[in-house]
């Protein structure tokens, strides 16, 4: 899944990837103003709590991050299960 997502990114044009690297980037960051360590480096229990406090962010950007890559994920698995 993770390929469908990397690949689905460098298919952007470029003055879309650049600043979705940058969202990706931050919101790694911002766990660790949290939690003292970046969103990579959680335990699964405190990625999947960091991820719903995104999605119930009173801030857009954060919710449509969340909801961009759920989609985008759901999509690249209905990809995968539907090859014959």
């Known amino acids: 899944m993770a390929r469908f997502v990397l690949t689905q990114h460098a298919a ?15 919101f790694d960051a911002w766990a660790m103003l949290w939690t003292g360590r970046p969103f ?5 229990e405190r990625r999947w709590r960091f991820v719903e ?24 698995w209905f990809a995968e299960t539907e090859r014959p």
């Open 12 to 26: 952007m044009p470029d003055y879309l990837r650049i600043p979705m690297r940058c969202l990706v980037l931050a």
């Open 40 to 44: 990579h480096a959680l335990q699964h």
């Open 53 to 76: 406090a995104w999605s119930r962010s009173p801030l857009g950007f954060q919710r449509d991050l969340v909801k961009f890559f759920e989609s985008l994920v759901l999509f690249g």
